[in-house]
């Protein structure tokens, strides 16, 4: 800790710092507090160390993570923040951060557990109350709301009448000695009430730029300024300040967040407006004589809470998980160099009178110069260019003339314009949740339908299941029977085809043998054959006798079962397979003892 850092005294020109700790880690945290208002972040057990181990700072007001909203409020922001504002000086209260750490939460909040604005508005107006009714003097204390975003570089109302606004151009800034730099045409609204505020804040958070990333489900992808402009008037005295809270959106890595395509290039732009508001807080505390203020849009519009005309409350937010240490360590650095800028605030007394008149009297130089370009014909440029300047001095002048009456009608009519809306909205979401409702029974019943389809075609599946089992069973039997017939088959083909060749060998061997030796009775019919030319001799006529007794007694033998040639000495009656006299004789037949065999044998050959 530098010796500057903890021997500054608190002052109300000082920067005041505040540092909130996320809540919802368990385990594992890096930050600890171990004195009120110092805080020491260390590096992660599992990490490799990377320069130093330990890190110490201290601020005004470091806020655990048990702290609730109330209390932080109650500790930081009441009742120096409205009692600044009453005494005239302007307060601007700076929400930083890396994404995902909790800035709108602890400016915007929720319906359960309301941020600073609303806290703040309602002190405010209880504030008022209490003032006009205890004053020694006659009070009028008149409320002015705006708001708008600064997204990738250009500025859009969030309060425009338009109920899509980003249909709507985005609003230039101008500048004037009186005012500093501000918004051309922004919507300035009177409220006579809290609920008049909360009405305007809601409709101007639900038009603003958000989207997902993998640090953060609903990350805010724009800076947003909301502010309260308060004029009191007592007999001849009349003060005017503004307070103005800045959310702006959290600085990311593209890695961790995971970004791509559009959400990359807003992500480009945070860092890029973060960076530059960085280089400003290190300008101012080093004194320089250039400071980058043009640089961004977001330091233009921040000019008079950095080093400026208002007194600047910052408040930082950082998590302590081990995965984003080194945002964390890079986020109190950043409170730590803004903790050493130094603004000047005075007080800020019918401010808007002196405004309107330096642009009467600006108005009236450039009308000047633009009858003198006329005159002297010079270049229609910058005739044009002076004419312009002049329109934008009006439109200014118009808008800070602008009587606290009409614009309370004004916002009478965008409240009424927007319960309207509400209305219609409301209507529609009956009608809509009329439709889901029919929706839904229709749904239930063509569920219901369909789950008894379902049930039938289960039974039906089940049935066919069964059927097909069956079926499958009788074709395995089928399939056997015809395996069991094939093989039948092919062993009756087999025994034909043995039967067969053993038949055809038979028949073959008894053509070779009849072919060999042909009987008698074919040896006489040759030779009738080849001697039929011939008349028949007496030798013939003998031969054809004998052959006929033989034949006759062959008969008469063969029918009384005898063998006429058992006693045959012959070679050819021994010899198995030979045809003697017309007979086939077998050997196996020939030695059978059976007459019958040997006959019937003899007979089958």
Request: charged share 25%; proline share 3%.
């Amino acid at each position: 800790l530098t010796q500057q850092q903890t021997s500054r005294p608190l002052n109300m020109d000082a920067v005041k710092v505040v540092v909130r700790v996320r809540g919802g880690v368990d385990t594992g945290s890096t930050v600890d507090i171990p004195r009120p208002g110092e805080l020491t972040v260390h590096r992660p057990v599992n990490e490799t160390a990377k320069g130093d181990e330990t890190h110490e700072f201290a601020f005004h007001h470091v806020a655990d993570a048990e702290t609730d909203q109330a209390s932080l409020y109650a500790q930081c922001f009441s009742p120096g923040v409205l009692d600044t504002a009453f005494a005239g000086y302007n307060t601007t209260i700076l929400a930083y951060g890396q994404t995902g750490a909790g800035k709108t939460h602890t400016v915007v909040g929720t319906e359960s557990q309301p941020g600073i604005v609303p806290r703040l508005c309602t002190e405010l107006f209880a504030r008022i109350e209490q003032l006009t009714a205890t004053a020694s003097e006659q009070t009028v204390c008149h409320v002015e709301v705006s708001y708008y975003e600064i997204f990738n570089e250009k500025v859009y109302d969030l309060l425009s009448d338009k109920a899509q606004n980003k249909q709507q151009p985005s609003l230039p800034l101008g500048f004037s000695r009186a005012m500093g730099y501000f918004v051309k045409g922004l919507s300035v609204y009177a409220v006579n009430s809290e609920a008049d505020i909360t009405k305007l804040m809601t409709m101007g958070n639900s038009r603003r730029a958000t989207a997902g990333t993998a640090m953060n489900h609903q990350s805010s992808r724009s800076h947003a300024v909301f502010s309260v402009a308060l004029c009191c008037v007592t007999g001849e005295s009349r003060k005017s300040s503004t307070i103005s809270v800045v959310d702006l959106a959290g600085s990311e890595r593209m890695l961790k967040s995971q970004t791509n395509g559009a959400r990359l290039k807003e992500g480009i732009s945070i860092n890029k407006s973060l960076s530059t508001l960085g280089r400003v807080m290190r300008a101012v505390v080093e004194g320089s004589k250039h400071i980058p203020y043009r640089d961004s849009v977001l330091t233009k519009v921040l000019k008079e809470c950095l080093g400026g005309n208002a007194q600047c409350t910052l408040v930082v937010n950082v998590n302590p998980d081990p995965g984003c240490h080194d945002e964390t360590v890079n986020s109190l650095r950043f409170a730590q160099r803004a903790s050493l800028m130094v603004n000047h605030p005075v007080v800020n007394e019918d401010t808007r009178a002196q405004a309107v008149a330096e642009l009467t009297a600006e108005v009236e130089a450039l009308k000047q110069r633009l009858a003198e370009a006329e005159e002297s014909k010079q270049a229609a440029a910058k005739v044009e260019h002076l004419q312009q300047q002049l329109n934008d001095k009006e439109d200014v002048i118009a808008t800070l003339t602008v009587s606290w009456e009409q614009r309370l009608k004004d916002t009478e009519s965008l409240l009424q314009h927007k319960d309207e809306l509400l209305v219609a909205e409301q209507k529609a979401a009956a009608e809509a949740t009329t439709k889901a409702s029919m929706l839904q029974q229709k749904h239930a019943a063509e569920k219901k339908a369909m789950e008894e389809q379902f049930k039938q075609l289960a039974r039906d599946n089940d049935k066919l299941r069964i059927a097909l089992e069956a079926a499958h069973a009788r074709l395995e039997t089928t399939e056997k029977r015809a395996v069991s017939a094939e093989q039948a088959a092919k062993t009756l083909e087999k025994k034909h085809s043995m039967l067969l060749q053993s038949h055809r060998r038979r028949s073959c061997s008894t053509s070779r043998h009849r072919e060999a030796s042909p009987s008698p009775v074919r040896r006489e019919a040759a030779q009738r054959s080849r001697a039929s030319s011939l008349p028949p001799t007496s030798d013939d006529l003998q031969k054809q006798d004998k052959s006929r007794h033989q034949q006759q007694g062959r008969s008469r033998r063969q029918s009384r079962g005898r063998q006429p040639l058992r006693n045959m000495q012959t070679s050819e009656a021994r010899r198995p397979g030979r045809e003697v006299m017309g007979v086939y004789i077998n050997s196996k037949l020939r030695r059978s003892s059976s007459p019958a065999l040997q006959g019937q044998s003899t007979h089958t050959a």
